[in-house]
Each structure stands twice: as C-alpha cells, then as structure tokens.
C-alpha cells in the first residue's frame, strides 16, 4: 500500500502537479503502512519527497 502512494506521489512530483492536502496525509501515513520497504526508508523516502516538493 505505501509502495502505490510513494509512486503515485512521485508521478505528481514529476510530472509538476501540485500536492493535494490529501497526498500529504497520505504521505505521513506511509511509515505505518504495509509494503515491501522498511519503515525507516519508507521515512527517508517521504523526506527527499518533501524536499522535492520543496525545490519546486
């Protein structure tokens, strides 16, 4: 489950849509949520998300 959210997040990163208040929760809720990553990458994961979201 946090695999899909990370990916779909990195399509809207890349792609230059704008981060909804919804993929943002999403997000924080990814460390706790299942899937193949640990909960430490899937954190380290969502912070280089924030600072992508951040450079743009």
């Known amino acids: 489950m946090a ?4 990916n779909a997040l990195i399509d809207k990163i890349q792609t230059g849509k704008d981060l909804t208040v919804h993929d943002i929760i999403e997000l924080t809720f990814t460390p706790i949520m299942g899937g193949k990553q640990s909960k430490v990458d899937k954190i380290l994961q969502a912070i280089r998300l924030v600072k992508d979201v951040d450079k743009n």
């Not at 695999?3 to 990370?6: A, N």
């Open 3 to 6: 695999d899909e959210v990370s």
